[in-house]
Structures are given as C-alpha cells and as structure tokens.
C-alpha cells in the first residue's frame, strides 16, 4: 500500500485545519514537517564501511583469482556505492543509528525551530511548534507559558503521548486527526476572545529535500 505524500494536497488540507483551530481559539500554531533532523553522514559512512568490507571478505575467500589491483579498486567502489545508498535510505540510516541520537536530533531541530520561526514572540505568550519529522518518525509538540498555564497538565500531557504516537505514522492523515484532537482541547481551555490577532503563518512550512 502506498503511503500518502506531505503534497500539495497535504499542505492545503493542514493549511485549513490550522485556520480552523486557530478561529476557535487563541493559540497561534506553527506546524512544520521536515524530511530528517539531522545530517546522519555517519550511518552513510558505515553502511559504506559495511559493505565495503563484505566485498573484501568476499574477495578474500572466494575461490576465484582477483589481480591485487582489483581488491583496493572494488573495496573503494564498494565503500562509495554504499555511502550512496545510504544517503537515499531513510531504513538504513534508521537501522543504523541509535533511537537516543534520533531523539536527541529532532528535539534539538524542534527547539530550535521555536525561536526562529518567531512562535516564542507573540504578545499573549500564546505560540505552540507542531514539528514532525519524516526520517525519525518523531513528532515534537513545544508550548509557549500562556498555553500551558491555560490547559489541564493530566489531559494535556494525554495528548502529548497520543501526538507522539502519530508521529510514528508520518502521514497527513494522521497528523490531521492529531490536529483535530488538539482543537479540541484548545478550544475547551483557551477559546477564542477576539483580543489575539493572527501573528504566525497559517501555512505548513515543509522542508523535504
């Protein structure tokens, strides 16, 4: 089954379902997707090392004859090939990388997205980052103080686990229905005044490349 894509499509669809929470609300959200966290060269590196080595073992003791020259030229071949293929595979640099370093890169990239997208700047305290990134299959959801005095810390704390969990699934989708959930709970705890003005971008920053 083919997966639904973060298209054109994707991005009108969380473009209205940020539109429409933020009416019934005083949150301002930012929600961004982006392919990966972090650069992840080392895994490239080793899948590269990896099968640049099964090609020696293979050189080694196959019972065919090599020229010496061959060995050193394949072995280098391989190492390149393999740091290519790893470099287009999201599973091989999962496999080959720690959950710790995963985490560790998107909470890192989702902090730092808060304060250069401008969400820990609005008037009311009231900014709130979505960020999901693809490769990890993570979502971080980070909260400004006016939100977070303003909500019920058991139920929000619910929701973070269930918003973690949808981030296992990196799907529009899913990441709607995640949306709809925090509406939700939003519009119970912080409804709408009509004193908040729109100061983010409705629109979904995507950065897939």
């Given at each position: ?7 054109d ?7 209205n ?15 961004v ?12 590196y ?25 060995v ?25 990388t ?30 709130l980052l ?19 005095k303003?909500?019920?810390a ?8 269930d918003?973690h969990?949808t981030?296992?699934?990196?799907e ?10 925090l509406?939700?709970?939003?519009r ?22």
């Amino acid at each position: 089954m083919k997966r639904a894509k973060f298209d054109d499509a994707a991005r009108e669809a969380l473009t209205n379902c940020v539109k429409k929470l933020e009416t019934s609300t005083d949150a301002e959200l930012v929600l961004v997707v982006r392919a990966r966290s972090g650069s992840y060269r080392h895994a490239d590196y080793l899948f590269g090392a990896l099968l640049a080595f099964a090609g020696l073992l293979f050189l080694l003791f196959s019972p065919f004859d090599f020229h010496q020259y061959w060995v050193a030229l394949d072995v280098a071949l391989l190492f390149l090939l393999g740091t290519f293929v790893g470099s287009r595979s999201n599973t091989i640099r999962r496999l080959l990388t720690s959950e710790k370093v995963r985490e560790e890169a998107v909470r890192t990239s989702a902090a730092a997205m808060f304060y250069e997208a401008g969400i820990a700047n609005t008037n009311a305290e009231m900014g709130l980052l979505i960020y999901l990134s693809i490769l990890e299959r993570r979502l971080e959801l980070i909260a400004d103080r006016g939100i977070l005095k303003g909500v019920n810390a058991l139920e929000w704390n619910q929701l973070l686990f269930d918003l973690h969990q949808t981030g296992r699934k990196p799907e529009p989708q899913t990441l709607l229905a995640g949306l709809d959930n925090l509406g939700a709970l939003l519009r119970n705890y912080l409804p709408a005044t009509g004193e908040n003005p729109n100061e983010l971008p409705d629109m979904p920053r995507f950065e897939l490349k």
